[in-house]
């Protein structure tokens, strides 16, 4: 799996909007500078999460478990020797 640019931009604007825009269009009030900062916060968070989520997927670092059958016939089927494969 490789990455692809599209959904790095989708959820990037995403997350742009929510952090960037969505802060100027908060009403007037006295909790008006809190949810501003709440906003910036969520978007920075939630957008390093997913990035880290879809990173972890590029190269997984838990692989299939093969019992030592499997292995021996993969290691067969692909030329190398299954010798050293049997320790």
């Not at 931009?9 to 269009?25: M, R």
């Not at 909790?31 to 999460?49: D, P």
């Not at 989520?53 to 838990?62: D, G, V």
Request: glycine share 6%; proline share 8%; aromatic share 12%.
């Amino acid at each position: 799996m490789g990455a692809s640019y599209i959904p790095f931009i989708v959820f990037t604007t995403l997350w742009a909007i929510v952090g960037i825009v969505l802060p100027f269009v908060v009403p007037k009030g006295p909790n008006r500078g809190i949810i501003q900062v709440v906003l910036m916060l969520t978007a920075a968070t939630c957008w390093l999460f997913w990035l880290c989520c879809y990173m972890a997927q590029m190269n997984p670092l838990i692989g299939p478990k093969l019992d030592r059958h499997t292995i021996m016939i993969l290691a067969k089927e692909w030329g190398n020797s299954p010798i050293t494969l049997a320790k």
